[in-house]
Structures are given as C-alpha cells and as structure tokens.
C-alpha cells in the first residue's frame, strides 16, 4: 500500500527564518511522481513542484527549495527567509506512474504559521 | 484561462439529505477527479471520470455517486448524508494523467 507522512502537524516561525517541511512516502514501485501543495485559507491546492522517481536532484525555485532522498524515502521542502505570505497548509503527495490515472495520495499536511 | 470552478461555495445540509455539488474543469481539460477533505486531513480521493465514465474510484461508498458531462463538467452526488460527510470537497481537472492536477477552491459541505 502507498502511504504518504508528515510528521510536523504545525509549525511556528518567525519572519525571515528558515524553516524545513518533512515529508516521508511508502510505496513498492520503483516508478512515481512526489509533488507539493500549498493549500491557503481559501481551500485551493497550489501546484508547487513534480519529481518524478528517476530524478534525485535537489531543486530550487526562488526561496523554495527540495531534497529527494530515494534511500530514505523522503522529500523535504525548504523555504528560506521565510515570508507572513507563506502561512498556509502544505500537503506532500505521491502518485503512481501506472495505475493512478493520475490521481494523488496526500499526507495529512503540515500548517506553517510565519509571524512578522 | 478560467481555472477549476466549482460551486456552491458553501453548503448546510442535514443528515439524511442528498447533496449535488458542481465542477467546470480548466479550460482545455478533460478529466475530472473528486477528492474529499476532512478537517485537518489531506485530501482523499474519491473517484474520477474520463470520457462520461468513471474510470477509477477510491475507498468511499455506493451513496457517493458521480456524473460527467459532453463539455467535461461533473457532478458529485451524496445521498443519505451524516455526520462524517462534513468536509471541503475539491475538485481537480488534468489533461493527460502524467501533469499536475489543478484544483478548484472547493464547496465546504456542513452536516447539522
């Protein structure tokens, strides 16, 4: 079965410091995507990023950034000099390559809460 | 470029009522899936239809049923409601199933 953990259920910064969301996904394929959210109090998921299984390296998107670890199954997300517009609920998701019609196995999220 | 809409934007319904909500994918999207999300849980998913068919379904009951439309809109129907169906249902439109899902901002359903 596929599962998806984030350990970190609320999070507290303040402005300006750096702050890491850890994610940690269980699956038996050797093929899949592993994607990042950003829910705002609005209710809408913002697409943040897609790694595919194959691709390990780390990116970074402005003050955004992500280590995927295939060995031990995590992909933590990094934002830098963190911003109040930053508070939201992020969501780690997996979705297989075969099978899912591309649909998303989500972890329960990780509420970031950035105080000026 | 319209997004995913989705309406109404809130609902009260009580238990035993039956429930249509409403999807217009992203412009240039043909395929609809429909999560559910409980208070301080990440979305579940609930099923998907492709091609006016639902084409794969999550773990949720027979009284969760849904509908496709010709110009791609859905449908997500909720019969006998209780308690437990309280949450923010979203919707989400894709082309091709290896892209990104875009999601609408979701019709919060509350049970009395």
């Known amino acids: 079965a596929q599962k998806v953990t984030q350990a970190q259920t609320e999070i507290s910064v303040v402005e300006k410091e750096d702050v890491t969301l850890d994610c940690v996904y269980e699956?038996?394929?050797?093929?899949?995507?592993l994607f990042w959210y950003k829910q705002p109090p609005s209710g809408e998921l913002v697409f943040l990023i897609r790694r595919n299984s194959f691709d390990e390296q780390n990116e970074i998107s402005g003050r955004y950034s992500w280590n995927f670890q295939k060995s031990t199954s995590s992909f933590n997300f990094t934002i830098t000099a963190s911003q109040v517009v930053d508070s939201a609920v992020y969501f780690c998701?997996?979705?297989?390559?075969?099978?899912?019609?591309?649909?998303?196995?989500f972890g329960k999220g990780t509420k970031l809460s950035v105080k000026p | 470029d319209a997004g995913v809409t989705q309406s109404p934007t809130h609902l009260i319904k009580t238990r035993g009522q039956q429930v249509t909500l409403r999807c217009s994918p992203k412009s240039g999207h043909d395929t609809v899936s429909w999560y559910q999300q409980a208070l301080g849980q990440g979305p579940q998913f609930i099923f998907q239809y492709y091609e006016e068919e639902e084409r794969q379904r999550g773990n949720f009951p027979d009284r969760f049923s849904g509908h496709q439309f010709p110009n791609y809109s859905s449908e997500l129907n909720v019969n006998a409601l209780w308690l437990g169906d309280s949450a923010l249902y979203l919707c989400a439109s894709l082309l091709l199933v290896y892209q990104p899902q875009h999601f609408g901002d979701g019709t919060r359903l509350s049970i009395l």
């Open positions: 998701a997996l979705r297989m390559v075969w099978g899912s019609q591309g649909n998303l196995i």
């Open positions: 699956t038996r394929d050797t093929t899949y995507y």
